[in-house]
């Protein structure tokens, strides 16, 4: 599951640009709630392993 770790922490760091830079409204909300899940389908799979 390291590749959705590494998907996860793309969009939160775009997710950080956007609010720093004031831009791309509602999307940029929507990336974050794809960024948590994401981390915690990875989280819960990964502690089964």
């Known amino acids: ?3 959705l770790r590494w998907i996860g922490g793309i969009i ?3 997710w950080l640009l956007g609010l720093l ?3 791309g409204g509602s999307l940029i ?3 974050l709630v ?3 899940i994401v981390f915690i389908i990875d989280f819960l799979t ?4």
């Open 1 to 3: 599951m390291g590749f």
């Open 12 to 14: 939160l760091l775009i």
């Open 21 to 23: 830079f004031k831009m």
């Open 29 to 31: 909300h929507l990336l």
């Open 34 to 36: 794809i960024a948590v």
């Open 46 to 49: 990964g502690r089964r392993a």
